[in-house]
């Protein structure tokens, strides 16, 4: 059967100030009405019923999880201790799915994704199901073409086509997983025409992602093994703060993907955006004549172009002069940055730590 893995433990810090360590960007209404994360559990219903959705996040982000994902039961929300990155996340709602059904599939999902296009998603990932169905051993994933060379995603080179009948989306053998590129091999990549962005989305057997971990990295299946054991035993809570703290942080890329050999990657036939910072908010809300984009409260603009302004509803942001600047007003911190140095923003996080601020974060 299908069940649905939500990721939803990130902290999102390209969207500070908006996004602090208590609420980061998967639990705001960066894009509408309902939260990122609420949004993902939308995108879900109709795969699979809530019996089968899994929500994994930061432990001190639970309560927050459950109060805006009311109807999901509280046996499927998974706490984590610290953060271990999608390696550890990954492996541990494998193990734990596993343990309830040894022949799960699952759709690992990020909580922090835009895809409005529900239909086309969900014809994918029954596409993306039926290929595992075909070969239990196949890790699928999507691409999503390139508009342009992006240094802040992961790349998927495509290999030679699979023959899935002209009613699916282009299907291919995934060549290779690459990292987040530099500047000069982002645009290599984009004029080589076979490399899709990595969505971050993936279909695989429980099985076979535990399989593929016990292979590659044997320490850290070892410590989830001795979690998923525990499952309904009076020490899982203790024996989960003790084997994952001694987890190694590492993404699944670096853990599986980039050593899989059966691996696919269909061509996204859905919208797609990972809102991974402030300048998504073009993309995302209606521009201005001047390009510019207001999220939240009132923008009064003077010779200003290109800006990204988030607000309170009541509050009134006056730019005058400005050029593809982001202005993002809470009611402790209001920062003012140039739009364009989005790493910027996460140094600005780690200097607080610094600082000892943490009222800030």
Partial sequence: MLYAVIMAGGAGTRFWPASRAALPKQLLALTGERTMLQQTWDRVQGLVPVQRVL??????????????????????????PCKRDTGPCTGLAAAVLARRDPDATLLMLPADHVIRQRAAF???????????????????????????????FGYIQRGDPLACGTDRPPTFHARSFREKPKAEVARAYWAAGDYYWNSGIFVWKAATILAALARNEPEMFG???????????????????????????????????????????????????????????????????QGNTVVGGRLLTKDSSGCVV????????????????????????????????????????HELKERGWEAYL
């Fill in 223 to 289: 410590h989830l093994e001795r979690i998923a054991a525990q499952l309904g035993s009076p020490r899982f809570p203790d024996v989960l703060e003790r084997e994952f703290a001694a987890l190694a942080g590492k993404s699944i890329d670096y853990a599986v993907l980039e050593h899989y050999n059966n691996r696919v990657v269909i061509e996204a036939p859905f919208d797609w955006d990972d809102a991974g910072s402030w300048q998504a908010m073009t993309r995302l809300h209606p521009v201005d004549e």
């Fill in 122 to 152: 969900h014809a994918a990932v029954s596409h993306a199901v039926d290929l595992i169905d075909a070969d239990p051993t196949r890790i699928v994933t999507f691409g999503i073409r390139p508009s342009y060379a992006a240094e802040s």
């Fill in 310 to 349: 988030h607000c309170n509803p009541e509050h009134l942001v006056v730019t005058l002069g400005l050029r593809d600047c982001i202005v993002v007003q809470t009611p402790d911190a209001t920062l003012v940055a140039n739009k364009h140095d989005e790493e910027a923003v996460r140094q600005v996080v």
């Fill in 55 to 80: 929500v994994v996040t930061n432990r001190e982000l639970s309560a927050r999880v459950a109060e805006q994902l009311p109807a999901l039961p509280s046996a499927s929300l998974l706490g984590e």
